[in-house]
């Protein structure tokens, strides 16, 4: 993963590079489960590409390191590898298909020599590149009996021209300028039925963020969530959903990243009730950041937050089965809204939170009391012994405490600030063994300080935070938080506590120099509690830095740009086509705060839009950047 290429975002961050003709991207699988996997082309499309030429090699089982087997042909009297010259698909002695599509509802695909569609995702099996004998292999268990392993790793690989520009997809098809009509079809829009699923693909070669398609009005009529199968939970792999509104995620925990969606990964959306959907995705989308390629292919990563994972005994290992987590917040409410998410039910052994009558995967409340209940639902259990492995690192305590209730043997159970593992055994035969047996409740804790009362001053771009504290004890340390809009906060400093009967404290944070500063103090208490000081809250009155292009419409070749409390400094103005080609572009010299410069354009330019991109000479760094509408 960390070596992986991506196409980076074009006309973002001053990249105006194209790329011509055909280019080949390739999806790595690690040698992992031997397990189902959402997979789709990888971000290119060729009208010649089909699920056999690219995915299977063209049926060649020399491509070491290469492709998959698709099966789906039975074929009880050879032993050895074979395709079938009808319809593709590579025979096995037991016949049973291994890829799948979803369009109303699930359907095995019976053909491979249909195309690969960029558009689509693909539910396969994968056991591992095309080199061994399929017939005659052994497979290898891992994690106990009920975890098969891949053979080997293996890249699957397609080529053709990459898909760049806006993919916006509506129940009417699918519109790119890159495939054009060939995809501007019915077949490969939004499923027709209201609050239905379509089954999609990240359409480009480079990771997306499903966050900054929701918080930049890229979902309409559609929920603020998704689901994928991933492949290192269950014996053939498990859902995994994401909601944007809460961002929270049933495998990444909390402020995570579960917003991003890999190169080559398909997920499943779920649209509205209340109007025509659609979902656009832009250049603007993609991540070009290490941390938002994530192992969501093969390699099984820890949960944050107050999540909660159902284990299975597989052996002598424990093997995850399913996974929820709960979320707490002033912005959200404690009825089901939009930064919930649904139970997508596995085919055994189900995990979920009981919410007004619904089963849910993530449950966003408002911060716990002690009247809060949340009940636990398992259901299909397919074991015997199980384990409940509940993370509650990121729970803020502030008064209260989780505690798992367990019905079947009358026992209330303490949650540390981290990882806690219950143990237990469920009886198919007797329902009070998991049916209704556990849920999480609130009590009340012991705060570690009485008060904490804080206050915040300015003195040029350097603020003093003073705090002053009544009744400390066991307290661990004090953390200086800031926030730009007193919603979301991070830690810019730390001291310990004095654990007197009155303190006072002070820091100073020499970056104050936004519009708005927010301060409050966390304390940390030996155990674990957490309190918070009231916001104290540093204004400045800062001009802000603008730009403002006219006339736009452009007629004729006269372009300005006034610059508004802009530094000193040398920039350049570019303007480019839809195809990324410069038709103009201008050196600016700007002596600093307020100013207009022409940018000349030498002869008339065709009506259309184009893009316009201001940068500084020095650092590179795009300051600006607006469409140009030319009449």
């Not at 086509?577 to 572009?585: D, I, R, S, T, Y």
Request: with cysteine; proline share 3%.
């Amino acid at each position: 993963i960390a070596n992986s290429g991506v196409l980076a975002p074009y006309g973002v961050s001053g990249n105006t590079g194209t790329i011509t003709g055909n280019v080949s991207v390739e999806r790595f699988i690690p040698k992992g489960f031997r397990a189902y996997r959402d997979l789709s082309a990888g971000g290119v499309y060729s009208a010649s590409n089909t699920l056999f030429n690219t995915w299977q090699e063209s049926g060649s089982y020399a491509n070491n390191g290469y492709g998959m087997f698709i099966t789906g042909k039975l074929d009880t009297t050879i032993k050895h590898n074979l395709v079938d010259g009808t319809t593709y698909l590579d025979h096995s002695i037991s016949g049973t298909p291994s890829a799948f599509y979803y369009k109303a509802g699930w359907d095995t695909i019976k053909h491979t020599d249909t195309i690969l569609n960029p558009y689509q995702s693909y539910r396969v099996l994968v056991r591992g590149d095309r080199s061994f004998d399929l017939d005659t292999t052994p497979v290898i268990a891992i994690a106990g009996p009920l975890v098969l392993a891949m053979n080997n790793s293996t890249s699957l690989r397609a080529s053709g021209s990459l898909i760049t520009g806006n993919v916006v997809y509506s129940r009417s098809g699918v519109s790119n300028t890159v495939t054009g009509s060939a995809f501007n079809n019915l077949a490969n829009g939004l499923n027709p039925a209201a609050n239905s699923y379509t089954y999609i693909a990240n359409p480009y070669a480079c990771p997306i963020d499903f966050k900054h398609i929701y918080d930049n009005g890229g979902l309409v009529n559609v929920h603020p969530y998704y689901y994928y199968l991933d492949p290192t939970i269950g014996s053939t792999g498990a859902w995994v959903v994401y909601n944007a509104e809460s961002n929270a995620s049933t495998k990444w925990g909390l402020n995570s990243n579960g917003e991003f969606i890999q190169t080559g990964q398909g997920f499943l959306i779920k649209d509205t009730s209340f109007g025509a959907p659609s979902l656009t995705i832009t250049e603007a989308d993609k991540s070009i950041l290490s941390s938002s390629r994530t192992g969501v292919f093969g390699t099984t990563v820890s949960n944050s937050g107050l999540s909660i994972n159902l284990m299975k005994q597989s052996g002598t290992n424990y093997l995850k089965m399913d996974a929820v987590v709960a979320v707490f917040g002033s912005q959200f409410s404690n009825s089901i809204g939009r930064e919930d998410a649904g139970k997508m039910s596995n085919a055994s052994d189900n995990l979920s939170i009981s919410e007004s009558g619904k089963s849910l995967s993530i449950d966003a409340r408002l911060p716990a009391t002690t009247a809060d209940i949340l009940p636990i639902n398992l259901g299909q259990l397919s074991g015997t012994n199980y384990q409940l492995v509940i993370n509650s690192s990121d729970f803020v305590r502030n008064g209260v405490a989780p505690y798992i209730k367990d019905t079947y043997t009358n026992k209330t159970i303490a949650l540390s600030s981290g990882m806690d593992t219950i143990s237990f055994t469920a009886d198919a035969k007797v329902a009070a063994t998991y049916q209704n047996r556990f849920s999480v409740v609130f009590k009340p804790t012991t705060l570690s300080v009485n008060s904490i009362l804080a206050t915040a001053t300015a003195n040029g771009s350097v603020a003093t935070i003073t705090w002053n504290t009544v009744g400390e004890k066991g307290v661990a340390k004090f953390e200086v938080e800031k926030s730009a809009n007193g919603a979301s906060f991070t830690k810019i400093g730390q001291q310990s506590a004095k654990n007197t009967a009155t303190a006072s404290y002070s820091a100073t944070d020499n970056a104050a120099t936004d519009a708005n500063n927010y301060y409050r103090i966390k304390a940390i208490s030996i155990d674990g509690t957490i309190a918070y000081s009231n916001i104290a809250k540093v204004t400045y009155n800062v001009q802000l830095t603008t730009y403002n292009l006219y006339p736009n419409p452009l007629v004729g070749t006269k372009l300005s740009v006034q610059f508004n409390n802009v530094t000193t400094g040398k920039y350049v103005a570019s303007i480019t086509n839809a195809l990324g080609q410069k038709v103009a572009e201008q050196a600016i010299n700007h002596a600093g705060g307020n100013g207009t410069h022409s940018i000349s354009i030498k002869q008339t330019i065709a009506a259309g839009v184009y893009n316009v991109v201001i940068r500084d000479v020095n650092s590179k760094e795009q300051v600006y950047q607006s469409t140009l509408s030319v009449q």
